[in-house]
């Protein structure tokens, strides 16, 4: 099961028991039992997931739980939370430092992708002006040397290797006593993998890690390495210090699963994904934003993240300075509503807008969603601009609810399920507050080329996969006439 469909899994045993009139001990359960489904089937380690389910209804007394608390928003919290737990082991791994040196050995089983990921890593610090450097100690693979020295030359990032020399440790030792007197900041070991998990590889492992006294490891594994993730995690873990994990090929068919499962066995966090074979398909790992987009509940941090890189400054409309100062008003909303019915029924392109896509957008319900959001517009028509335009909620009094139900022709109550609804959407969009909005111009040159390549890399690989990869992305994009009007839709563009 690929991460896209074990998010899928979990939504929908989410959504599932939100759509219960009463939640008993029964629909908790078979929410549960779901959700643990989906976990395995995705190679998560049985253990961790029997865990989570007893935390979860420790948590979660439903008898305890006083009445008129909301019970659905409990468990989902519990869930998020559990979810969040196995993928954070509790402390941060080691944090270099600028301009002081550090030593990064990289370990993990051949093939993983260690030495793409060794010049991956080099290259992210690079462009955060670091001065790293790459060692080459596999000796074990011919071909390996060669495949460092032509990434790095590409990056120009200076390295280090022998084709004569047989010892690792040696190699280790040279490289890095080298690039401490060109004093790099940054230097890179790589080690040889293995296939299996031959004594030898770890005895050689041990020897360059106590040669190079590496200030963190870094376990490399293969997304699609399964339920053997832990295991093999262990194995490595007791061997050397390993600090954190870096995950490969998360652009694959990959089982997610294997990724909590490292974390658990290492207890050191994934601090990075590696998302297909080129040198920038790298992304910071963060746990929170991760789980969100699994639980279909948006990724607010990389949604904005992809908003500074790909919104230039001039197109930028008054929006996000608004949100900025920690203004969401109804005519936001308003704004919003439109880009949403505009973009037609795409509705998995809001996973990432937080808020905006499983309670308002629930997948397979798309159109009677639609015809909601139309309902919530033609009662904000009847509004006056100074309702539109204030965050302020103590504004919308009784009697200003009556005129606006009666003018236009809807219940008060429908009224109110609006009022209610933006006050979701309003608390959401509130941690928009103190956002950093670029400098003027400072992406000009991306608005003038942006396409579909450039889409793809802003979305996330799940969502490209969902959309169905580049193929279906220029289909969308075809079908919604340039890519402003989906910037538009990000809360950005010409509107
Ligand atoms: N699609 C995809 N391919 C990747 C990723 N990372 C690495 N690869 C590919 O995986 C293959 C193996 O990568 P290497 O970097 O050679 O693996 P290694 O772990 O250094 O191998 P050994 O040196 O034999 O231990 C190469 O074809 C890489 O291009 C990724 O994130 N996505």
């Known amino acids: 099961m690929v991460l896209a469909q074990l998010g899928g899994s979990i939504s929908r045993a989410l959504q599932q028991m939100s759509n219960a009139t009463i939640i008993d001990e029964k629909v908790l359960n078979e929410c549960l039992n779901e959700i643990s489904r989906a976990l395995l089937q995705s190679d998560v380690q049985f253990k961790m997931v029997r865990d989570m389910q007893v935390n979860i209804k420790k948590i ?7 009445a008129g608390h909301n019970k659905r928003k409990i468990i989902q919290q519990a869930i998020f939370n559990e979810l969040c737990k196995m993928l954070d082991p509790g402390k941060p791994s080691y944090t270099l430092k600028k301009g002081k040196t550090s030593v990064v050995m990289f370990v993990g089983l051949q093939g993983s992708g260690k030495t793409t990921t060794c010049t991956k890593y080099a290259y992210y610090h690079q462009k955060k002006g670091w001065k790293p450097a790459l060692v080459c100690a596999d000796t074990f693979r011919a071909g390996a040397f060669d495949q460092l020295k032509q990434n790095a030359t590409k990056a120009k990032i200076p390295f280090y290797g022998s084709y004569m020399e047989s010892d690792p440790v040696k190699i280790a030792e040279e490289g890095v006593e080298r690039f401490k007197k060109e004093n790099c900041d940054l230097i890179i070991v790589d080690t040889s993998g293995r296939h299996k998990q031959e004594a030898a590889l770890f005895e050689e492992m041990r020897q360059v890690s106590e040669a190079t006294k590496p200030d963190l490891v870094i376990f490399v594994m293969d997304s699609s390495i399964g339920q053997a993730a832990f295991d093999q995690a262990q194995a490595f873990k007791q061997s050397v210090a390993v600090g954190a994990v870096i995950v490969t090929k998360m652009d694959g068919h990959a089982k997610g699963g294997g990724a909590l499962s490292a974390v658990a066995a290492t207890k050191s966090p ?10 920038d398909e790298f992304e910071v790992f963060d746990v929170k934003p991760f789980v969100s987009r699994l639980l279909g509940m948006g990724d607010w941090s990389g949604f904005m993240d992809k908003i500074h890189e790909v919104v230039p400054m001039d197109q930028q409309p008054e929006l996000l300075q608004k949100l900025s100062e920690g203004n969401f008003t109804l005519r936001i909303m308003y704004e919003q509503f439109q880009n949403i019915l505009k973009m037609g029924p795409i509705g998995q392109v809001f996973s990432m807008i937080p808020g905006f896509s499983q309670e308002l957008m629930p997948k397979g319900r798309e159109k009677e969603s639609q015809a909601r959001i139309k309902r919530f517009m033609t009662m904000m028509d009847s509004m006056t601009n100074e309702e539109l335009d204030s965050s302020n909620p103590k504004l919308m009094n009784e009697s200003r609810i009556m005129r606006i139900a009666r003018g236009s022709g809807r219940p008060v109550r429908e009224v109110m399920e609006m009022l209610e609804e933006y006050k979701r959407l309003a608390k959401i969009w509130s941690k928009m507050k103190g ?18 390549q450039h889409m793809s890399k802003v979305l996330p690989p799940q969502m490209l996969k969902q959309i169905g990869g580049m193929g ?24």
Not at 435 to 452: D, Q, T, V, W, Y
């Open 60 to 66: 979660v007394n439903l008898d305890d739980l006083a």
């Open 270 to 279: 994934v601090i990075f994904i590696g998302t297909g074979e080129h040198m």
């Open 435 to 452: 956002l950093k909005i670029p400098k003027k111009g400072e992406m000009s040159a991306l608005s003038r080329n942006m396409n579909a």
């Open 472 to 495: 279906g992305l220029q289909n969308l994009m075809k079908q919604m006439g340039s890519s402003k009007e989906m910037m538009g839709m990000f809360g950005g563009g010409d509107r």
